[in-house]
């Protein structure tokens, strides 16, 4: 059984009903707080810092030899809940020596950025570890058209990273040696 | 028509315009002052961005300038200049555009009777520096500020919608309160000054301060007075803590609601006008007006450069008290509409009427004490 | 004609001051009744001034127009009286009667100016009249001059005027009773509020001293 405690306020001494001694200490921490340290950051010229894991605008990014990584298997397309990526799949073209042992790349990748919601997904899904959401948080246009990121804006956001597996360098001496998956 | 009328008439256009244009660019920068004053208290830095083109290019005082914000009143006029003028359509057109004058106008009144300073000339002759030395100035002041409430009950009136209409109600009642208060503060310090044997004597404010010349200042003999009327003066000046016109918390924006551009600019500049002259009637009555320091005589020598000197004193001294009005403004809270009733009518008229009533025994016995 | 500064000022504030009044009566607004009210008693401050009676202006400004008017607003905003409220109301006894007093107030008036209108000369060579009250003044106000100033009006009210100004605060005493007395919650208005349970404002005291 819980018991309801009534509080009893204490009774205003005569300087309290005042208030005046609270309002002068009140005073004294707004005038303290003029000459502290502002805490804040002037925008344009000073960037915060971004902490690692940070969901920026996704980007497609290219392997250190600068080949294309997406093989436009639509994972992302699929896995993305606002439904913002939309992929035109095609063909690698034949001649493309540095490729040849892949078959498919995207024709057109757009991300919508008014769709968007940064939830990271479609990096989480990529097998290729094509997309990358990077810290780009700063995004503006002024028309709608604007706002939808094709493949070769894409590819210009993300760059290049660093990339340990050289996948698809394993891929061709796999199957340079014969014994392809 | 004669020369010397037109010649008087022109020099004392030209001050009026000089006053009014000091008057109004000190209220600008004390928009400024506000803003600025508000971010530091909050650990934050304040309009920085603003710049001229030409001064920019100076090397350390042009960023110094940037980041105080010099010209960020010069931008913000603008913006109010060149903004779309909207009136809404269910407004009274006529009082709606009245309103904003009737605002500013009484706020730039007072100071024609706002002593700033004094000039001694080779001859000795001491002339205060005033538009117009009445011999009622307090009571002149009085008058003119008590029809300030109008702009804003009009405003809200002629809104047409609740808010603004809320805020005009609000206001109307504050000031007849706080009015009341307020004269009944000052009334002992003319009381003081008009003492016998005192060697000033009437309602101005000339004579008010010409008695704090190597004499304490007013505020230490009648620390009480000083505090109600400081009260009293937040209050007609519709600074928070009682800020009832304007209450952009339960009033949206109060009695300005239905205006924007420059109407709205207008009534800002007033408030702030408000603010400027009322911390320079303060500096005036209580706090010695141009005079150095209680009991120390002023240290520069008479003429110009002492003049110059004195108004720089007296600048400094309304700009401590504008300075204080901002302070309190970012460090308190809002009264409710009915605490400010009750402080008004319970607490300060009381008050106020028990000072008066205690100085005016105290100058009684005082002078009876002179005269045994 | 020949018409000094003051002349032309007088007529100038004449006009305001019944124009102003003629106004008040005319318009159906009542708001814009009340505006043209203050415009009339600035007016007649402004008579006031011309007459340098500067203490009687600044009064009349003070008490009046930033006061009084403000109350009136006050009220009027407070009750939403529409320009309308006052058609198409007939022709009552009440209305018959405040006519005819009304008739009785201005033939008064135009009864009055006709025959003392050769006075109205006086104020403008008095000069000399406008003496200060010295400290010489004796304390009964027998050779008070009233002048201009403040402190002759004090010694005015104060000596001579003294059984007026009392009679005077003693009637605003009375008002004042009488208000307090007419707002007060009755007694059964109280009962009736108790049976409701305490209301929100009357439960702590605490709240009510904040």
Known sequence: ?181 | MDIELIQMLALKVTYAVVMVSVVMSIAGYTVLAERKVCAWMQGRVGPNRTVLPFVSAIPIIGPFLRNLGIFQPLADGLKFLFKEEIVPGHVNKFYYYLSPIVALVPALTTMTVLPFGEFTNAEGHTTPLVLANVDLGILFVFAISSLGVYGIVLAGWSSNSKYPFLGGIRSSAQMISYELAMGLSVLPVFLWVNAPGMTESGLSLVSIVNSQENAPWLVLIQPFSAFLFLIALFAETNRLPFDMPESETDLVGGFHTEYGSFKFGIFFVAEYAHVVIGSAIFTTLFLGGWHFLPWVADPWAPGLIGSLLGVGWFLAKTFCLIFFFIWVRWTLPRFRYDQVMKLGWAKLLPLALVNLIFYVILVTYLDQAAAS | MNLSLVDFLFYVFSAISVGGGLAVILSRNPVTAAMFMILSLVGVASLFVLLEAFFLAVLQVLVYAGAVMVLFLFIIMLMDVGPDSGKGAKLSKKRILSGFIALLGVGLLTVLTLEYSGVATVATDSADHWQDVTEETSAAGANIVFSKSVKSFGYGLFTKYMLPLQVAGFLLLAAMVGVIVLSKKTDDVDAHNKADGPSPGTTNPQSEEA
């Open chain 1, 1 to 181: 059984m819980i018991k309801t405690v009534v509080m009893e306020r204490k009774p205003l001494s005569l300087s309290e009903r005042t208030y005046l001694p609270q309002i002068a200490s009140g005073l004294k921490t707004t005038f303290s707080n003029l000459f502290k340290k502002k805490v804040t950051l002037q925008y344009p010229e000073q960037r915060p810092a971004i902490p690692r894991g940070y969901r920026g605008v996704p980007t497609l990014v290219k392997d250190p030899n600068g080949r294309e990584k997406c093989v436009s298997c639509q994972l992302c397309e699929f896995v993305c809940p606002p439904k913002a990526i939309r992929i035109t799949p095609g063909h690698v073209p034949e001649d493309d020596e540095e490729r040849s042992h892949v078959e498919k790349a995207p024709e057109e990748f757009e991300i919508n950025m008014l769709r968007c919601i940064y939830c990271g997904y479609c990096e989480e899904v990529c097998p290729e570890e094509a997309i990358f959401l990077q810290e780009n948080y700063s995004l503006s246009g002024y028309s709608r058209e604007e706002m939808i990121n094709n493949k070769e804006e894409l590819y210009e956001l993300g760059g290049t990273l660093p990339d340990k597996h050289f996948k698809w360098d394993k891929k061709k001496a796999d199957e340079e040696s014969g014994n392809a998956h």
